[in-house]
């Protein structure tokens, strides 16, 4: 039986597979889409309370979860969190996609599916999208 077998998530499993999910739902993601990811979630307040879980579990976790469910890991993933947290963890899916330069049509309707599992309505999805744009725009 895989050290994975048991697709449970927690609160930190679910933001990891989260981000995870629209990582490769926007395509293969390369070493640097990764490293980018695990700097995101290692600059989050969540995962800096000195827990003792391992972020290397987390990512190996979610990268299972992923490829045995794809996007449809979110579903499940989404039911371990709170309200705030599922708009954390939509948070999170943005500023993983959004290593890979400006939100283009295939991103948006990733994001669009994870805002749907993670049942977030139009108006907390939006303001998102538009501090995420800000804070990863190019020079112009």
């Known amino acids: 039986m895989s050290e994975h077998s048991d697709s449970k998530f927690d609160v930190w499993r679910a933001l990891v597979t989260i981000g995870m999910a629209a990582l490769k739902a926007r395509g293969r993601a390369t070493s640097d ?20 879980r391992n972020e290397e579990q987390l990512l190996n976790f979610a990268d299972w979860v992923t490829e045995e469910r794809g996007l449809d890991a ?43 599992a993670l049942d977030l309505a ?19």
């Open 33 to 52: 889409d990764l490293l980018r990811f695990r700097t995101v979630c290692s600059l989050n307040p969540l995962f800096a309370t000195g827990n003792e």
């Open 74 to 116: 979110c579903l499940p993933a989404a039911a371990a969190l709170s309200p705030a947290l599922c708009e954390t963890a939509f948070a999170l899916a943005c500023d993983a996609l959004a290593g890979r330069g400006p939100f283009e049509s295939r991103a948006l309707l990733v994001l669009e599916r994870i805002a749907a």
């Open 122 to 140: 139009d108006e907390a999805v939006q303001p998102i999208l538009h501090v995420t744009a800000i804070r990863n725009r190019g020079l112009e």
